[in-house]
């Protein structure tokens, strides 16, 4: 321990106890602060991981490029429902009670498309006046005609079968599709077709008159773009199986929005009013389902928000049981719980405050972003690490108290455990902080929001709670005693004899039990999964949902590969209509695409080759969906500066998005992409000799091209060499090259030339012009005689290449965290390391116990993998991708606590009573609360796990009823809360207690 610690820790802990009062005071003040004017973690938490990658990476170069082409109403997520039989035809009932959902939609995508326009400057009285406005006017008025067109097929088929229900608006007629068409009827000046429209729905509903208007109404399903439903006549049958029919609704939120709970909650209830009204007018056995990727991100932020306030219910619970059980004394329960208590609240309140600062302008330089469940790591982690410093410090009160008057107990009590407190946490908050080197959002904001949050409780732990000790004087143990617990002491003084009388033993022993599942850990540590619907338990319903839709539907179909293609400048349509038809030929020859999305075929059903008669309906709807406004929003940008430059192709592969073999099929869609880009076209026009000329000028272009790229140096060749060299004797020209000499020219030849790297291009077909113009007699090439050659670049040469998309994403996200992996474990250690020598001044030793923690950590990994495998059985995909980097940094970090505050305990021992003799005695008065302080920071790990058995719990006991809906659970926390509190109590247990002493007696004999 530094020389001046003692003494700055004496000053402390002398200042605290002399100014109790003002220390009180100052907490009390900084909870009502936080609570007063800091945002809650809710209001400036983000989610997602998509979001958070660097922006160097291509997804999210992708993604800004369509943001920027497609600045408003781009769908991002899409929500799905299902109306599903398990191998039986769907029937005119289930069909007509899909309608009743339909219809209900309609009228709110409505009412959505009259909020967007009144927030768009309409003054909803009179015709709105320009074209973004009108069109979603008329866009509202389409989506009320269509409610109110299902609205009668459903009643004319269900007349003499349903009744009124619960909601006047929708049943049994869509009452409030009638008035709100009313008011757009007028605002247009129809007031005829207004006035029938408003004696409808008084007819259905005489009290609509009172119904709230359309802006000020619920607000949660606002993220609605537009509804892709089976029931459209255009685009219907892809949306229709024997057995299945589906509705899509497109929403401009990310997947993972936070405002994708109150989306999905509101589609919740509209579904269970569907359920409750005319489901059961359909044959038994129909289902109805959700899927998408909004279910999926909305289910994760619900089982996200649950899994925190079961994390914070059990974490409480568990430190008061076991407060309760260590002390027997309720002063000394509340204490601690006030303690962390003010500290969750202070820290929380800080970081929040800090984040929503970070986004005001001129403030970015703060730099700080809070998730939602970060949340889970900042109160787990603060309640056990405070509880701890409590433990410390109310242990070694306990020791003091006994020969000191009781304000120099407690002064004496903090100073001689503010070496201990500063050193473990630290060790932790420097650990943590170096979470910041890594370049995923995620990683590199939760470490150091952990940091902050745990200084806080530091700062608490060493002001407040002494104070609030000192406050309440000698009956704080009441009705307990001072002594300490014999029964104890004589179990760690067995302990201590064994562990000091056969060191090596020990030690050899102890680190070979460790290492069997460490090995396996070792071997499994990337055995990972990055599916994002699996993060889900098999019970959720968008996970069942997927399964039912995975038996008519590739994934692939709703998740895309998305290319985008941007030229310099703008190009003639029809010239660009021809290319994009060559280039969406050239990739349906990759392996593995099964279909390709874009303006000339937005669903992707006609292939190149298909034969079909210009009169079949194919060719119809095809021609229909080109014009529909959902194709040309979603294929054509509506800004100036993108008309006529974008290409939009969305490429849907066999493979789920989310496995290596989606990987190698998006690697060959880039590739052949790539390749089109990167290659140039020499056509060969004979001057005399016909085809003779020609073909032995191919043959002359060939060499000159192979010695034009030998000349190159060898690293230029690797990089931006020539990749492939084709051929061909033609009078018709290569489809995929569009030059303006199309007649047919007897004896005309054609070289293509792909590079490796566009950078090499240019450069490389000029020179070849040049040297077949003029030849070269240092490189033996010769003037191409009799033949004219005439270079075409391709046709997307200048066009700026993204890709996105999920796949695109997930690559980059396992790139990312894969290289952040790596830094983030080097620095870690590093800074662990460096805090150890400071705090304990010995190499070997603080080696020795970064060491252990690196063992504990595999072999935790290996316990963990090996019980998960065992408990999901074939479902087990490996475990959740974020596990490894938080098990190791938090058990590097965390895990040294106890490690230093045995070793800073057997320094102090060791100078009054000798090395061995020091040794024991620090192994005695530390082992009872070292193993409460693990016991509590393990419990409160395992509190992670609650939302996988807590809710069958609360029913066990009473406490909620049995839901309709299956409870979900985020499987990923459960996986990292039972690792953390696994590999806790094998450092607590095995490590601290035979490992370190066992060291310590065998090898560490010098005496500081």
Known sequence: MPPLLPHLSQRWSRFVIRHWRLVLLLWLAAVIVSRVAAPTWKQVAYDGDFEHLPPTTASVAGTKLLDAAFPTERPRSQFMILFARDGKKIGKRDQHVAMDLSRRLRHRLGCVYVRRALASGWSGKTAPVNDHVRELVDDAMDAFDRSIELDTLFYEYFEDSVSAGTDPWYEPRVAIAYWDRARLHDSLGKHDLAASDREIALALDPEIESATPIEDRDKSLDSMLDILSWDDERIGKRLSKR?????????????????????????????????????????????????????????????????????????????????????????????????????????????????????????????????????????????????????????????????LDWGQAVEQALSKVMGALLGSAFTTVVGLWMMWVGNFGKFHYV???????????????????????????????????????????????????????????????GIGLLAIPAVYGFRHEGDVSYDITTQLNAEARSRQGVETLSHSYSLGESNPIVLL???????????????????????????????????????????????????????????????????????????????????????????????????????????????????????????IGGIEATDLAIGQIQDAISRLE?????????????????????????????????????????????????????????????????????????????????????????????????????????????????????????????????????????????????????????????????????????LDWKLPLFLFVILVAVGQDYNVYLVTRVLEEQKRGGRLAGLRRAIIRTGGIITSCGVVMAGTFFAMTASAWAPELFQWVGLSQAQEQPAIMLRGVVELGFALG????????YVRTILVPAYMAAFDQRIR
């Open 982 to 989: 696994l590999g806790v109590l094998v450092d607590t247990f």
């Open 710 to 878: 030998k000349s190159l140096p060898a690293s230029t060749q690797r990089r931006s060499g020539v990749k492939a060299v084709d051929w061909q004797l033609s009078t018709s020209g290569m489809a995929w090259f569009d030059y303006d000499d199309t007649s047919e020219v007897a004896g005309r030849g054609e070289v293509l030339v792909t590079m490796n790297d566009r950078s090499g291009l240019v450069p490389f077909a000029n020179r070849l012009m040049e040297v077949l113009r003029n030849g070269d007699p240092e490189l033996g090439i010769d003037r191409l005689p009799d033949v004219k050659a005439r270079l075409i670049p391709s046709p997307i040469a200048d066009c700026e290449f993204q890709v996105t998309g999920t796949s695109m994403a997930m690559q980059d996200l396992k790139q990312v965290t894969t290289e952040d992996t790596t830094r983030i474990k080097i620095f870690v250690v590093g800074a662990v390391l460096t805090i150890l020598l400071m705090v304990v001044w010995r190499v070997g030793l603080s080696i020795y116990l970064i060491a252990t923690v690196l063992l504990s950590y595999y072999a935790t990994l290996g316990l963990t993998v090996a019980f998960f495998r065992t408990v999901y059985g074939d479902q087990f995909v490996g």
């Open 447 to 509: 470490g150091p929001i952990i940091a902050i949050c745990l200084l806080v409780g530091l700062a608490v732990c060493t002001t407040l709670t002494p104070a609030l000790l000192y406050a309440l004087g000698p009956r704080v143990f009441w009705p307990g005693k001072l002594e300490r617990n014999e029964k104890q002491a004589v179990f760690w003084e067995f302990i201590a004899l064994v562990v000091t009388q056969r060191p090596k033993w020990m030690l050899v022993a």
């Open 243 to 403: 057995d299945l029919r589906l509705v899509v609704i497109r929403l401009e939120n990310e997947f993972l929005a936070t405002g994708n709970i109150e989306l999905m909650e509101s589609l919740d209830k509209l579904i269970d009013s569907v359920r409750a009204y005319s489901l059961p007018l359909a044959e038994p056995g129909l289902r109805i389902e959700i899927a998408g990727s909004a279910a999926i991100g909305g289910e994760t932020l619900i089982a996200a928000r649950d899994a925190i306030q079961y994390t914070e219910w059990f974490t409480v619970i568990l430190i008061m049981i076991i407060l309760a059980v260590v002390y027997r004394a309720p002063a000394l329960v509340a204490v601690p719980l006030v303690s962390i208590g003010v500290a969750v609240i202070c820290a929380t309140g800080l970081v929040s405050a800090l984040a929503s600062a970070g986004q005001e302008p001129g403030m970015e330089w703060i730099g700080l972003k809070v998730f939602t469940t970060s949340k889970i790591f900042v109160v787990v982690i603060l309640f056990g690490a405070g509880t701890d410093y409590c433990l410390f410090l109310i242990a070694r009160l306990r020791e003091e108290a006994g020969d």
């Open 565 to 687: 293609l941007l030229h310099e400048q703008p190009i003639d349509p029809e010239v660009g209509r021809a290319s994009l038809r060559d280039l969406v030929a050239a990739i349906y020859e990759v392996d593995g695409v099964r279909g390709i999305r874009y303006l000339e075929d937005p669903l992707g059903d006609n292939p190149p080759g298909k034969r079909k008669s210009v009169f079949a309906i194919e060719s119809l709807v095809g021609w229909v969906l080109k014009q529909h406004r959902v194709s040309r929003r979603y294929f054509t940008s509506d800004e100036a500066s993108y008309a006529n430059r974008l290409i939009r192709l969305d490429v849907m592969v066999d493979e789920e998005p989310f496995g290596e073999a989606a990987a190698e099929a998006l690697e060959r869609v880039v590739d052949r992409v790539e390749d089109l880009r990167n290659q140039f076209l020499l056509v060969l026009t004979p001057e």
